[in-house]
């Protein structure tokens, strides 16, 4: 995570002076954001700050729809895709992203 914190942000982890828009969850105020998928398994490393997000998102009036998959870690769909949770997992995704654009939201 340190590294990849680096990388995208430009910073040490930690640090206060960030770019506005490299993490939604850190803005103040969520109200009038797109609807959002978040899909997590129960031990992701980040599964406290991803249902916290979402809650927060909930919270401020934003149509969101959390996954939660039991047992999977960090992005299990990716190196186990052929397993029936992984492809239900992509299907929910799928689906939820079809009925956004069908319904005129753009993500």
Known sequence: ????QR?????????????????????????GLPPAWIGVGNIELLYAEDTAYAERLRTAGVD???????????GFQNWAFDTRVARHFIAHAQAWLGRTLDNGHSV
Not at 1 to 4: P, V
Not at 7 to 31: Q, V
Not at 64 to 74: F, K, N, S, W, Y
């Open 1 to 4: 995570m340190r590294s990849f």
């Open 7 to 31: 990388a995208f942000l430009g910073a040490e982890p930690g640090a206060t002076e960030l770019p506005p828009y490299a993490a939604g969850a850190r803005r103040e105020d969520l109200r």
């Open 64 to 74: 969101v729809t959390l996954d939660v998959v039991p047992g999977a870690p960090h």
